[in-house]
């Protein structure tokens, strides 16, 4: 697998959004039950941070980072969305993907990045820590999936070159 990084581009989206779907499929990825239109995703991303992973020309992956909230104090906070294809799983493109987006997170003032994980999503959780993300507790049945409630784990990676003084 020769796998290259590259900005996500609006002519991406069928792409993204059918490995997001993919994601959706597995029950362990998201609340979601559905992929939305380039339009809405678009508006609930940052501009910047917004990355793709590609084996030759296909997509096989994208990761990209959403605000926390807007209030001016959490400008340097971020949630990280991160999913790969089902045919590329397990071959490094999730960790490629990560260490891009954290670089380009840092690259554009982001101090603190966070991720809500299903604890029986155990490889996004070990990627994830292996990537400088530290557990900081689980939110206990946070929402119902599909008529289950689940908890979620939450992570978070502070930068060691942005915010720091």
């Given at each position: 697998?020769?796998?290259f990084?590259?900005?996500?581009?609006?002519?991406?989206?069928?792409?993204?959004r059918?490995?997001?779907l993919?994601?959706?499929?597995t029950?362990d990825?998201?609340?979601?039950?559905?992929?939305?239109?380039?339009?809405?995703?678009?508006?609930?991303h940052?501009?910047?941070a917004?990355l793709?992973?590609?084996d030759?020309?296909a997509?096989?992956?994208?990761a990209?980072?959403?605000?926390?909230?807007?209030?001016?104090?959490?400008?340097?906070?971020a949630?990280?969305?991160?999913?790969?294809?089902?045919?590329?799983r397990?071959?490094g493109v999730?960790?490629?993907?990560?260490?891009?987006?954290?670089?380009?997170?840092?690259?554009?003032g982001?101090?603190?990045?966070q991720?809500?994980?299903?604890p029986?999503?155990?490889t996004?959780?070990s990627?994830?820590?292996?990537c400088g993300?530290?557990?900081?507790?689980?939110r206990?049945?946070?929402?119902?999936?599909?008529?289950?409630?689940?908890d979620?784990?939450?992570?978070?990676?502070?930068?060691h070159c942005?915010?720091?003084?």
């Open positions: 697998m020769n796998i990084i590259d900005n996500l581009q609006k002519a991406d989206w069928v792409s993204v059918a490995i997001y993919e994601g959706i499929a029950g990825a998201t609340f979601e039950t559905e992929a939305p239109e380039w339009e809405t995703w678009d508006r609930s940052f501009v910047f917004r793709i992973a590609r030759n020309l997509i096989v992956g994208w990209a980072l959403s605000r926390t909230s807007n209030r001016p104090v959490y400008a340097g906070v949630e990280v969305s991160i999913y790969v294809s089902a045919a590329a397990g071959r999730g960790r490629a993907l990560l260490a891009a987006l954290i670089e380009e997170a840092e690259r554009n982001i101090w603190t990045l991720a809500g994980i299903f029986e999503n155990t996004s959780l990627l994830h820590k292996s993300f530290r557990e900081v507790g689980v206990e049945r946070l929402g119902s999936l599909r008529g289950i409630w689940r979620v784990v939450l992570l978070e990676r502070r930068s942005v915010g720091v003084k």
